[in-house]
Structures are given as structure tokens and as C-alpha cells.
């Protein structure tokens, strides 16, 4: 696995000196005091050893790291005895920080070991080791034993380490500065190691900027193992193969699925053109409305006009029969008035032709009265032949009643007495 790690180291003000150190497989990092402290972010490989001290100098930083490489090894044994030897490791190099720079007693130290897919941690003293796994954030075991003595620290290991895990090395600054729900916000809410660094970095300063202030961060990343080759395979298939280049194993050789490319994809041209396609929903509800609406007026208009037709009342004209003449124009058509003054030909021929036009509109009245006379005449000559026909049926039953012996009038004799 690879590890991506970031460091923020910077002094207090009221220290003479930085006694915060750390070093990485022995190696210590030069010591910046530009912008506050030693910044420092990268990657490394397993296995490695980090290990953070607090109180003590540079020199006795680099004492520590070789003592931690030459111990190193002891990891690798069996788990009771590697806790044994970690712990006994602990205390040895404390005891020898202490005996190295004199009136040193508040001492810390926290170690992380990384190989293969397991972190052993192991601390003393003030220093935290904390491990975040997205959401939570978990402190190693307190209060263990070594040699039947109680030592303010604890070790633990893991090995189920995933990928995107967090690890966290804080000095005394920092733990004396931010509580744990303050540690899991701000892990929960940066986008790097590096953003956690030095975030964390900054709120201890804010609360407490008079100690040392010391902060490690390292995330996880899982190596993926090598594709496996099936049988029968000359090499693995590309990461993002096509459906179409996929191998099919049938046999020694490989054989490769055929599939035509050509071929429309209706799921796949509609989830790239949605917009298109709406776009054409809309337009054919608009034409099919437009359709609707110019044949249900065509349905509406035969409808109207026989309603019209139907509306007319018949005029008294046409239910007595009588067609009335077009009315006729009896307006005395008179010359417009002009500047020059009219001849005495020109006014003798106005007159002849007023006389002609009100002799001919009074012919014509006289025509139209004696038609009109015509028909009344004709219309009566109707009325006194039904009312014969009916005095002439009626005859018979006045006579049928008379008295016996008496003779019934003719029929010339009814006629006559309906004439009078």
C-alpha cells in the first residue's frame, strides 16, 4: 500500500526552542521555522516507521530515530511478543531522550509502523494517534502494562485497513487545543491530507498558540493486485473493454464475441438526446391540436346556415300568394347644377323626359293595381265555388227531413237561391 502524508510543525511563543520532532524511516526532516513551522506533504511506500516526539531537541531526534530503525525488526514477531518488545522499546527510548538532554521529563512519543496491509501504532505521554475512517474517529487503547508497571500510553495494530483511511499523529499543542468532535469535523470536511494538516494546524494555533504545535496525517491507499489472466488468454483484457472486443473462452485460443456495431441503439439515442426528443413531443401535440381545431370549425359552419335558413319567418306576401313587383325607381333623376346657365332646347328636353318617366312609373302602377284586382277576382270566384259545392251537399239532408209528400228543390233552384 502507498501512503499519502503531510506534516505541520511549528513553535510556541513562549518556547525558547521547537522540541517537537518527527522523522520517517529514520530520517529527519529539516527544521524550517519560515511561515510558523516545517511543512511537509508527499508519498512514500511500505514499510515505515513515523515516529513524533515532543520535549526534546533536534539531537535527540535523531537519537530516537536510530534507535527506532535498529528496533524496527521487532514488529515482525509474533503479536504477544511484538507488544512486549514495542512497549519495552518505548520506554527505553525514553529513558534514553531523558538521560541526553537533562531536565527533559515530559517526554512524548508516538509511533506508527507500516507493512504489508497492517499499521501497528504504539505512543507514551501526551501524544495522540487517531484513526478516522470517514465518519468516526478512534483513539488507540489507554492505560497498558509493560513489565507489570502502568505507563500512560497504549499500542494497538490494525489490519483491515482500507482504502481512504486516515491516521493522525498529534503532539501535546493540539490535543491540549481541539477535542475530538472538533478532530472528526474537520476530518470529515477536508478534501486532502494536506487540507487536514494544516487545517487542524491552524485552529490548535488559534486556541493555543503558546505550545509547540505538532500535526501528521497520512491517508491509506490500497494497492490494486494485477488482473488475473484467465486460461487460454494471451493477456488481460483492457480495463474498459467494449461489449464488443470482450473475449469469450472457449478452448486454447481466445474467441471474441461478434457483435455488429452498427446496429441502432434506441436506449442509448434517446439517454443522448432527451432535449431533441421533447422537442418533437411538443410540436406534434401542437400540430395535432391545430388539426382538431380547423376541422371542428368546418363541422360548425354547414350547422350555422341551416339554423339561418331555418330562423326566416315566411313574409304576408308569401303566404297569400302574391308576388310583389320590384319596387321601381320613381325619383325624378335631376340634372346636377352647373355655372353655365341651361339652354332653353336642353330645359324643353328635361321635361319631355320628366313627363316620359312619370307617365311610364304611372303605367306601371296602374299594370300592378289591376293584376293585384285580377287575382283578388280570381281568389273570390274560388270562394263562391266551394261555398256552392257545400250548399249543394248539404241539400239532400234538408230534404231527406222534410215532411212526407213534399218535394225536394232542384238543383237549379239551389243554384239560383245561392247566386241571389
Known amino acids: 500500500m502507498k501512503i499519502k502524508i503531510a506534516a505541520v510543525i511549528g513553535m510556541g511563543t513562549t518556547s525558547q526552542r521547537n522540541c517537537d520532532s518527527f522523522n520517517i524511516n529514520g530520517r529527519v526532516p529539516l527544521m524550517a521555522e519560515a511561515d510558523g513551522g516545517y511543512k511537509a506533504a508527499g508519498e512514500i511506500s511500505t514499510p515505515f516507521v513515523i515516529g513524533a516526539f515532543s520535549g526534546s531537541a533536534v539531537g535527540s531526534a535523531f537519537a530516537a530515530a536510530n534507535m527506532l530503525t535498529e528496533h524496527a525488526e521487532a514488529i515482525k514477531l509474533s503479536e504477544e511478543e511484538y507488544k512486549s518488545s514495542f512497549l519495552d522499546y518505548l520506554e527505553r527510548l525514553r529513558n534514553e531522550v531523558i538521560r541526553r538532554e537533562e531536565g527533559i521529563i515530559a517526554f512524548s512519543v508516538a509511533l506508527l509502523y507500516a507493512y504489508n496491509d497492517t499499521i501497528a501504532v504504539a505512543r507514551l505521554g501526551k501524544n495522540r494517534i487517531y484513526r478516522f ?13 509493560s513489565g507489570g508497571k ?40 477536508s478534501s486532502s491530507v494536506k487540507d487536514a494538516a494544516k487545517r487542524l494546524f491552524d485552529e490548535a494555533r488559534e486556541k493555543n498558540s503558546q505550545e509547540d504545535t505538532t500535526v501528521i496525517v497520512f491517508s491509506v491507499e490500497r494497492e490494486l493486485p494485477p488482473p488475473v489472466i484467465p486460461e487460454g488468454m494471451y493477456s488481460a483484457p483492457p480495463i474498459a473493454a467494449l461489449k464488443s472486443e470482450a473475449p469469450i473462452i472457449d478452448g486454447d485460443e481466445p474467441v471474441y464475441a461478434s457483435d455488429d456495431e452498427s446496429k441502432f441503439d434506441i436506449r ?17 401535440v401542437v400540430l395535432v391540436l391545430m388539426v382538431a381545431f380547423i376541422l371542428s370549425r368546418r363541422s360548425a359552419q354547414p350547422a350555422e346556415t341551416t339554423a339561418e335558413t331555418t330562423t326566416e319567418e315566411p313574409t304576408t306576401e308569401e303566404v297569400s300568394g302574391i308576388v310583389s313587383e320590384p319596387a321601381l325607381d320613381t325619383t325624378v333623376e335631376e340634372t346636377e347644377e352647373t355655372t353655365e346657365e341651361p339652354t332653353t332646347e336642353a330645359t324643353t328636353e328635361k321635361q319631355t323626359t320628366t313627363t316620359r318617366r312619370s307617365t311610364t312609373t304611372t303605367t306601371q302602377r296602374e299594370t300592378t293595381t289591376s293584376r293585384q284586382s285580377t287575382t283578388t277576382t280570381e281568389r273570390a270566384s274560388e270562394s263562391t265555388t266551394v261555398g256552392s259545392v257545400t250548399d249543394i251537399t248539404e241539400a239532400p239532408s234538408e230534404s231527406s227531413t222534410a215532411a212526407p209528400g213534399t218535394e225536394a228543390p232542384t238543383t237549379a233552384a239551389a243554384t239560383a237561391n245561392t247566386e241571389e
Open 150 to 189: 502502568q505507563m500512560n500510553g497504549g499500542m494497538d495494530h490494525y489490519d483491515d485497513i482500507k482504502t481512504e483511511d486516515r491516521f493522525l499523529i498529534l503532539g501535546p499543542g493540539v490535543v491540549n487545543a481541539l477535542t475530538e468532535s472538533e478532530i472528526t469535523n474537520i476530518m470529515a470536511t
Open 133 to 145: 475512517s470517514g465518519i468516526e474517529l478512534m483513539s488507540i487503547p489507554e492505560n497498558r502494562q
Open 268 to 284: 442509448q439515442f434517446a439517454s443522448d438526446n432527451k432535449l431533441l426528443i421533447g422537442a418533437i413531443a411538443v410540436l406534434l
